[in-house]
């Protein structure tokens, strides 16, 4: 399959973090302090999004697209108050679902998780 590069592979999940394929590039299962607040969780995982753009030299300008996975969809404001703090006015079309992670910490751990699309024509 030429033209598509997996990176940041997970053989125990059996997971590419980072899939380019093309002009765009999709970017899974970020997420980033596990156990603290909704808040700090949304930090954390575009932290996460940061460093795997970084390592395909792209950043956050380049998002095109998030799905934004929620313990509780209300805590949709705190995301979108991170979102307008991080992404500086260069926001990406996004989808929010409520799931049950499936995550050893329950209720008190995973909150929230994201997945995005980035496209590199933006350099």
């Keep these: ?34 156990g603290k607040s909704i808040e700090q969780q949304v930090h954390g995982a575009i932290d996460h999004l940061e460093k795997r753009l970084s390592s395909i030299e792209l950043g956050l ?3 095109v697209q998030v799905d934004c996975l929620f313990r509780d969809i ?25 799931t049950e992670f499936a995550h050893r910490g329950g209720e008190e751990g995973l909150q929230f998780q994201l997945d995005a699309v980035a496209y590199r024509g933006i350099k």
Excluded: T
């Design 74 to 98: 209300w805590d949709i404001p705190l995301m979108e108050k991170v979102f307008k703090e991080r992404f500086k006015g260069h926001y990406p079309v996004r989808k929010s679902i409520q």
């Design 1 to 34: 399959m030429s033209g598509i590069i997996r990176s940041d592979v997970n053989e125990e999940w059996a997971h590419s973090g980072i899939i380019e394929a093309g002009e765009f590039a999709y970017i899974g299962y970020c997420v980033g302090n596990i």
């Design 61 to 63: 300008e380049s998002v």
